[in-house]
C-alpha cells in the first residue's frame, strides 16, 4: 500500500486594512479636485450678484458659532475611534452619537440659514454668486449628512457587536471621511465667508 499525501489547501490571509485605508485616500483624493473646482467656479462668480443680494448678507457670527460645532465633531470623532481602538464598545458609542448630533445640529444651522437667504433674495437662480454658493455649500451639506448616517449605521452596528476593524466600513474609515468634510469646511468658511467680509 502506498500512501498519498493529501494536498492541504492553504490560506493566504492578507492583511486588507492597508488596501482599504489606501482606497479611502484615493477616493478623498478624488473628492479633493471635486471641491477644488466648486471652490474655483465660487471664486470666478463672487461678485457676480446681478441685481440680487451677495455677501452683505452673510451673518458671519451664526455661520462661526456653526463652524465651531462641526470643529468640534472632529474632536468626538477622534474619541471614538480612540475607545474604538481601546474595545470599549460604550464610549464608542457615546462618542459616534455625540459626533453624530453635532454633524446634525451643524445641519439644521445650514438649513436655516439658507433658509434666511431665500428671504433676502438670494436662491439659486438670482445670480452666479447664488448658484455658486448654494451649490458649493449645498454639497458640502450633503456629504456631511451622508457622514451622520455612517455615524448612525456604526452607532448601530456597535449594539449587535459587528464593528470590525478589518472589514466593512469601520470606525477608522468613517473617521477618515468625517474629518475631511471638516477641513473642506474651514476652506469653504474661509474663502466664501470670510474673504468676502
Wanted: glycine share 8%.
Amino acid at each position: 500500500m502506498t500512501s498519498h499525501s493529501v494536498p492541504v489547501e492553504v490560506h493566504d490571509h492578507h492583511d486588507v486594512r492597508p488596501i482599504r485605508k489606501a482606497a479611502m485616500w484615493v477616493f478623498l483624493g478624488s473628492e479633493c479636485m471635486f471641491f477644488g473646482s466648486m471652490i474655483a467656479t465660487f471664486l470666478l462668480y463672487r461678485n457676480e450678484t446681478g441685481d440680487g443680494p451677495g455677501a452683505e448678507i452673510f451673518d458671519i457670527p451664526f455661520t462661526s458659532a456653526s463652524s465651531f460645532i462641526l470643529l468640534m465633531s472632529s474632536l468626538t470623532m477622534v474619541l471614538a475611534h480612540n475607545a474604538f481602538e481601546n474595545r470599549d464598545p460604550r464610549a464608542t458609542r457615546i462618542w459616534l452619537g455625540a459626533t453624530a448630533l453635532l454633524g446634525t445640529i451643524f445641519l439644521a444651522g445650514q438649513i436655516f440659514e439658507f433658509t434666511e437667504f431665500v428671504h433676502k433674495g438670494l436662491t439659486l437662480s438670482t445670480s452666479s454668486f447664488g448658484s455658486a454658493f448654494y451649490m458649493l455649500t449645498g454639497f458640502h451639506g450633503a456629504h456631511v449628512a451622508i457622514g451622520v448616517l455612517m455615524l448612525m449605521a456604526m452607532f448601530y452596528l456597535s449594539f449587535s457587536g459587528r464593528l470590525y476593524d478589518d472589514r466593512g466600513l469601520n470606525v477608522e474609515l468613517v473617521g477618515l471621511y468625517w474629518h475631511f468634510v471638516d477641513i473642506v469646511w474651514i476652506v469653504i468658511f474661509t474663502v466664501v465667508y470670510l474673504l468676502q467680509v
